[in-house]
């Protein structure tokens, strides 16, 4: 793509290197969302920044956003991705506190386990699964999103310090050790649908991250939010194993979550 096949419109967020804007293609006339990387940014840094692109770029899934192309012809470079307009699923869940059903709740959380089951089969850790990088679509489908902090590799070993790290929605071998597989993933997935049954509430409230990483090393798991399904809360315990070999895979946490499903009518 070229830079100017944009023609940007209005200013919808902010990412990690720059501004995030609705655009639309002049060749197709499609509305899409323009992810950009300011020109003040460090080489180092565009280089992160592509680096979402790249792995975007390969993946096709009804559950992923979609990468349309990426532009670096001139600055700012942009990836250009599927224009999701419910907005992130934490805003969604707050804003519709008052009217989410339950079986609205499970279609989110079976959404963003298909998306995960994928991610894994393709060796993609996400490193950092959270409702506010979940996107909801017209018809509501939950896109997971925010690829910034991904790796594809079956194992990645984190040597930067914890700068950017969402300590609240990180397993405790990440924490501890830097040590990331896809069974972190899972680990915050338990937080995700946390999120999803606690409406958009913020994990461990009332806890500072530092307090509640030390809660979570002692052995305290989140109790389960108002009218969580037991199945849903013993599912949340189990990707909050200490020990992530006893963590189960996004295959299995995809079976329980659709068979949830199909039971409600």
Same mark, same amino acid.
């Given at each position: 793509?070229?830079?100017?096949?944009l023609?940007?419109? &209005?200013?919808?967020?902010?990412?990690?290197?720059?501004?995030?804007y609705?655009a639309?293609?002049?060749?197709?006339?499609?509305?899409v969302?323009?992810?950009?990387?300011?020109?003040?940014?460090?080489?180092?840094?565009?280089?992160?920044?592509?680096?979402?692109?790249?792995?975007?770029?390969?993946?096709?899934?009804?559950?992923?956003?979609?990468?349309?192309?990426?532009?670096?012809?001139?600055?700012?470079?942009?990836?250009?991705?599927?224009?999701?307009?419910?907005?992130?699923?934490?805003?969604?869940?707050?804003?519709?506190?008052?009217?989410?059903?339950?079986?609205?709740?499970?279609?989110m959380?079976? &959404?963003?386990?298909?998306?995960?089951?994928?991610?894994e089969?393709?060796?993609?850790?996400?490193r950092?699964?959270?409702?506010?990088?979940?996107?909801?679509?017209?018809?509501?489908?939950?896109?997971?999103?925010?690829?910034?902090?991904?790796?594809?590799?079956?194992?990645? #070993?984190?040597s930067?310090? *914890?700068k950017? #790290?969402p300590?609240?929605?990180?397993?405790?071998e990440a924490?501890?050790?830097?040590?990331?597989?896809?069974?972190?993933?899972?680990?915050?997935?338990g937080?995700?649908?946390?999120? #999803?049954?606690?409406?958009?509430?913020?994990?461990?409230?009332?806890y500072?991250?530092?307090?509640?990483?030390?809660?979570?090393?002692?052995g305290?798991? *989140?109790?389960a939010?108002?009218?969580?399904?037991?199945? *849903?809360?013993?599912l *949340?315990?189990?990707?909050?194993?200490?020990?992530?070999?006893?963590?189960?895979?996004?295959?299995?946490i995809?079976?329980?979550v659709?068979?949830?499903?199909?039971?409600?009518?």
């Open positions: 793509l070229n830079n100017d096949d023609l940007l419109l &209005d200013k919808i967020g902010r990412g990690n290197f720059g501004d995030v609705k639309r293609l002049r060749t197709t006339n499609q509305e969302a323009v992810k950009t990387c300011r020109v003040t940014v460090p080489d180092e840094h565009k280089r992160k920044f592509l680096q979402e692109g790249r792995i975007l770029k390969q993946y096709d899934h009804p559950n992923i956003v979609k990468l349309i192309g990426i532009c670096v012809q001139k600055q700012p470079i942009m990836i250009v991705m599927e224009l999701v307009v419910g907005g992130s699923l934490l805003t969604f869940l707050r804003n519709n506190a008052e009217s989410l059903t339950q079986k609205q709740q499970l279609l959380c079976k &959404d963003t386990a298909a998306g995960m089951r994928y991610l089969g393709k060796n993609c850790i996400h950092d699964l959270a409702a506010r990088n979940c996107l909801v679509s017209s018809d509501k489908t939950v896109k997971i999103s925010d690829f910034g902090m991904s790796r594809e590799e079956e194992e990645y #070993i984190v930067d310090g *914890m950017q #790290i300590i609240k929605w990180t397993a405790p924490l501890n050790f830097g040590k990331y597989t896809s069974l972190c993933d899972v680990w915050s997935y937080v995700l649908i946390w999120e #999803i049954f606690a409406k958009g509430g913020t994990p461990y409230p009332g500072s991250n530092s307090k509640a990483r030390e809660k979570i090393d002692q305290y798991r *989140m109790p939010p108002d009218s969580t399904p037991t199945e *849903m809360y013993k *949340m315990l189990e990707c909050w194993e200490y020990q992530p070999e006893n963590r189960p895979h996004f295959d299995y995809y079976s329980i659709d068979k949830l499903c199909s039971n409600y009518r």
